[in-house]
């Protein structure tokens, strides 16, 4: 079974970046969508990103466009998200996930079948 495990979080102040990392075990890593998830304090699970399994196509949320770029390398069983021009609402817990096989990205939470444990990122102001 594929195992999610996210990387890179950590303390930034607003304006900054940082690179999150999202590496997986097994061998069937490249024949599926990819995504990120994020949940703020206080505030539900919502969508950030995805990346198709060839990596031809993404998909972004409206409040990450032109900050944040997700990109996988299925070489190394990778995925990652650049986020550059952080904001202090960009703090939450980032997920990555794992979506459908063969297919275009989603950011439909139920479409997601494997998640990793998160990592935290906190934006100061």
Do not use: H
């Amino acid at each position: 079974q594929v195992q999610l495990v996210e990387s890179g979080g950590g303390l930034v102040q607003a304006g900054g970046s940082l690179r999150l990392s999202c590496a997986a075990s097994g061998r069937t890593f490249s024949w599926y969508t990819m995504g990120w998830f994020r949940a703020a304090p206080g505030k539900e699970r919502e969508f950030v990103a995805a990346i198709s399994w060839t990596g031809d196509s993404t998909y972004s949320a409206d409040s990450v466009k032109g900050r944040f770029t997700i990109s996988r390398d299925n070489a190394v069983s990778t995925v990652y998200l650049q986020m550059n021009s952080l904001k202090p609402e960009d703090t939450a817990v980032y997920y990555c996930a794992r979506g459908p096989a063969w297919a275009p990205p989603s950011q439909r939470r139920d479409e997601y079948d494997l998640w990793g444990q998160g990592t935290q990122v906190t934006v100061s102001s």
